[in-house]
Nanobody, 125 residues
Framework: QVQLVESGGGLVQAGGSLRLSCTASGRSSSTYVMGWFREPPGKERNLVAA????????YYADSVKGRLTISRDNSKNTMYLQINSLKPEDTAVYYC??????WGPGIVEAEFKSWGQGTQVTVSS
């Protein structure tokens, strides 16, 4: 099972930017879909972005389109989430996840098998 470690969270002011990283140790070619979830305080954890490692195709939740960019670096087995124009409502624990059953329209409701420990992002107004 792939091991995921997130980094890059922190306290930032509204309007700023942040880049989160997720390093996947032990990733094989079978792990080709990874994603970023976030869990705001007192709310559910939801998928905000996902990437197909093979094609580079990406999914974004409507609520974050235009401000978030997901990417990956094959040579480093690392996935990134660039968040621009940060808002206080972006405050959440951000989790990296991997290995849903597949890639497609059902990615939003898919169950991901592997999870990182999460990294806190706090946006001050």
């Amino acid at each position: 099972q792939v091991q995921l470690v997130e980094s890059g969270g922190g306290l930032v002011q509204a309007g700023g930017s942040l880049r989160l990283s997720c390093t996947a140790s032990g990733r094989s070619s079978s792990t080709y879909v990874m994603g970023w979830f976030r869990e705001p305080p007192g709310k559910e954890r939801n998928l905000v972005a996902a990437i197909n490692w093979r094609s580079g195709n990406a999914y974004y939740a409507d609520s974050v389109k235009g401000r978030l960019t997901i990417s990956r670096d094959n040579s480093k087995n690392t996935m990134y989430l660039q968040i621009n124009s940060l808002k206080p409502e972006d405050t959440a624990v951000y989790y990296c996840a991997a290995d849903p059953p597949g890639w497609g329209p059902g990615i939003v409701e898919a169950e991901f098998k592997s999870w990182g420990q999460g990294t806190q992002v706090t946006v001050s107004s």
